[in-house]
């Protein structure tokens, strides 16, 4: 059996075994709530019954990981797990290296309703091969490069605290020994900016960098959010901003403590009336009234959508610090210390504190993306994470309805800014430095303009193209490619992004792996023929990201999702469900068993390459042809021969191909050829990746009525892999 094989054959064994038997409990409201706003398809979870789901993933860890080519020095940790409102459930792991972290090294592996594995998503594709783990350089000159290579922050330096933390990165094509630093010195968030910097630990050549404090940036002029209602909490006499209601949420004056410590200085806002703030900014209690009622906004959000009970789906409020810093201009949320912070502005906006709704919103979804796709902070992971959160508070904007901030596609409109807006959803580009459009230069863009590109995504998807008013705001959706249609609606476009966030993205998730990820989760809620997932295609492709699928002609999107089912995700992420099995290969076909449903008759081939394993999808019946897939240098052939070209008309070798990489970009690195007679007439690639199978079609004129041999031949390059999947192969 070949290793591509035996590997998939241990997957539908190894993790069969562990498959999570625990029920999860909760109440009927809870349950009729999941079936009437079934959102991205998840079922809600008290803490108890997530806490236990992690502990049986954590107990299938090593299984997991021997099952799916892991080394022996390779260990998973369980970091997440959902369960769809079908049974179905996705179980997210962090991995290390001879106890080393690995950055990069995130995966989510997929079961179905039945309990059998379906496939997995990784940010890095297979197991870590390393020579060694002692480095050549000493800690503190790691610490030394770090500091001069930083490029987010000037005079920066790194403390005895900070420290050099020995980590593998696997972010690129090969891992490598590394050093993460933490150096701080004068950036966006003041004197205090702190930025993550990744070194070789051999040479010191810098690998990554990227700020630590992932948040709202600008000179905006920050507002209240008018006369709202509040959680807090009474203790004899006094009451304090404790909200009670959304995990214990506390919003704190920081008291300008530094950026680098928000809770130096902080005291509990106290008093022994429940009345707080007066509107105005003479008033510290006004800047506390807008975090308080923004971040359980924010939570009552995520929960009536997606069944989400706080940041970490645990239940749990992370505190917030108010007039934090001095003349701080940003708002930001850390993971480190598990909270948020809001600076008061500055003199450039009137000294007015950066805690508008949509700012909340913001912050609060960084710290949902750090608990599930911990999408890197730079290049193209970078500018998703930012769009994540400009998408998401906007959609708290629009589910707050407040008529002091309506809602609309603006980013930090009440921030008072010279132009009005931080960003634009509908016209990135109107900022003068927001990308509106994909571009190979995406990755080098400052994350904060490179997710311009996700904004303008989900704006399309969710409104379409034309001019309209939004919440008394002019917005006017244009494409890079001069398309037009309609959307599919906002809570559509948002039910699709937070399962992809969830289910498919990956630390390392770009561009073109986030329309893959959102055309799966598309295909899960509303189905692979849906006009939902369709207008999900074209709305990458007006933004230049990949190509609209073909039109499924079923009219206007579908009322409501259909109940979620989890598709056949291949080990690259790039798997969507298949059209249906009702789908037949051409008829007159001169192949024998073109569909591979008779198995290998008639086929040669030179591994085992035609399968019925449930780890990738058929596009008609149960077989199929799966070639190459290894990540590793590799050839593979299959083929037949003796087939009689017709001779008369305009005889075509027609096949169904469905593409899945872990490669980035339009270089070809690994290729499946179509050969006749050996002469090469068709090459397909890496950078023909799909979410599911598209039809090919090859013109045979110049062999009419002769005996052909059909060859496909595969070839795949030293680093990461592609899977070629063929299917209904017919000559006719």
Not at 503 to 509: E, N, P
Not at 527 to 532: A, C, D, V, Y
Request: glycine share 12%.
């Amino acid at each position: 059996m070949s290793h591509k094989n035996a590997l998939a054959a241990a997957v539908a064994a190894a993790l069969a075994l562990g498959t999570l038997t625990v029920v999860a409990t909760q109440s009927t409201a809870a349950a009729d709530s999941s079936t009437a706003r079934p959102g991205a398809g998840f079922k809600a979870m008290t803490a108890d019954t997530r806490a236990e789901a992690l502990r049986t993933a954590d107990r299938e860890a090593a299984a997991a990981a021997k099952s799916l080519g892991f080394g022996a020095d390779e260990r998973l940790v369980a970091k997440d797990v959902l369960l769809d409102t079908d049974g179905a459930r996705h179980v997210r792991y962090d991995r290390t290296y001879r106890g080393l972290p690995v950055i990069g090294g995130d995966l989510v592996v997929h079961y179905g309703a039945d309990g059998k594995p379906t496939g997995s998503d990784q940010a890095h594709q297979g197991a870590i091969k390393m020579a060694g783990v002692t480095p050549k350089l000493s800690a503190s000159d790691a610490s030394a490069a770090a500091a001069q290579h930083a490029k987010h922050v000037r005079n920066a330096k790194t403390g005895a605290s900070d420290g050099s933390t020995l980590v593998v990165y696997a972010v690129g094509k090969i891992p490598v020994l590394a050093y993460r630093s933490t150096v701080t010195g004068d950036g966006e968030a003041g004197a205090g900016s702190r930025e993550a910097v990744i070194v070789d630990a051999a040479s010191g050549a810098p690998l990554d960098q990227y700020e630590l404090h992932q948040g709202i940036t600008g000179t905006g002029n920050g507002t209240t959010v008018g006369q709202v209602s509040i959680e807090t909490t009474q203790t004899g006499s006094s009451y304090t901003l404790t909200d009670a209601a959304h995990g214990g949420t506390i919003v704190y004056d920081s008291y300008n403590s530094p950026e680098t410590s928000p809770k130096q200085n902080a005291r509990t806002f106290s008093k022994t009336t429940n009345s707080w703030g007066t509107g105005t900014t003479s008033s510290r209690e006004s800047a506390a009234v807008d975090a308080s009622y923004g971040l359980a906004k924010t939570w009552d959000y995520y929960q009536s959508a997606f069944n989400r009970s706080g940041i970490r789906n645990d239940g749990k409020g992370a505190p917030a610090y108010v007039h934090v810093g001095t003349s701080l201009l940003n708002a930001f949320y850390d993971d480190d210390c598990f909270c948020m912070a809001f600076g008061d502005g500055s003199s450039q906006n009137s000294n007015t504190p950066v805690t508008a709704l949509d700012v909340a919103g913001h912050e609060m979804s960084h710290g949902v993306t750090s608990a599930t796709a911990n999408l890197n902070y730079s290049g193209e992971s970078g500018g998703l994470n930012e769009a994540n959160s400009d998408i998401f508070g906007t959609m708290v904007e629009f589910y707050a309805d407040n008529a002091a901030d309506p809602g609309d596609y603006y980013i930090g409109e009440k921030l008072n800014m010279s132009g009005g807006y931080m960003r634009r959803m509908d016209n990135p580009a109107s900022d003068g430095s927001s990308l509106g459009c994909w571009t190979s230069s995406a990755s080098s863009v400052d994350v904060h303009y490179s997710s311009g590109i996700g904004n303008h995504f989900f704006y399309l998807a969710a409104e379409g193209t034309g001019a309209k008013t939004i919440g008394g705001r002019s917005h006017n959706g244009t494409t890079c490619n001069s398309d037009t249609f309609a959307g599919i609606g906002k809570d559509k476009a948002a039910a699709i992004w937070y399962r992809a966030l969830t289910t498919y993205m990956t630390s390392t998730t770009n561009y073109a792996g986030a329309r893959t990820a959102t055309l799966s989760a598309a295909a899960d809620l509303y189905g692979t023929n849906s006009q939902e997932r369709y207008i999900v295609s074209k709305a990458w492709a007006a933004v230049s990201v990949g190509t609209a699928l073909p039109d499924p002609g079923t009219g206007s999107p579908t009322p409501t999702p259909s109940s979620s089912t989890s598709p056949s995700p291949s080990p690259s992420g790039s798997t969507s469900p298949s059209p249906s099995s009702s789908s037949t290969a051409p008829s007159g076909n001169a192949l024998t068993n073109g569909g591979f449903e008779q198995g290998t008759a008639g086929w040669t081939q030179s591994d085992n390459d035609i399968s019925n394993s449930t780890l990738q999808p058929a596009h008609g019946g149960s077989w199929y042809a799966w070639m190459m897939g290894y990540g590793t240098s590799a050839i593979e052939s299959l083929s037949q021969s003796n087939i009689a070209v017709p001779s008369t008309g305009t005889p075509k070798l027609t096949f169904w191909l469905k593409v899945s990489t872990q490669e980035s970009g339009y270089t070809a690195y690994d290729t499946l050829k179509v050969n006749v007679n050996g002469t090469t007439l068709a090459t397909y690639s890496n950078a023909n990746a799909s979410a599911g199978y598209v039809q090919k079609t090859v013109d045979l004129s110049a062999y009419k009525g002769k005996n052909v041999k059909l060859e496909f031949a595969g070839t795949e390059d030293a680093y990461l892999s592609t899977i070629f999947l063929l299917d209904d192969v017919a000559i006719g």
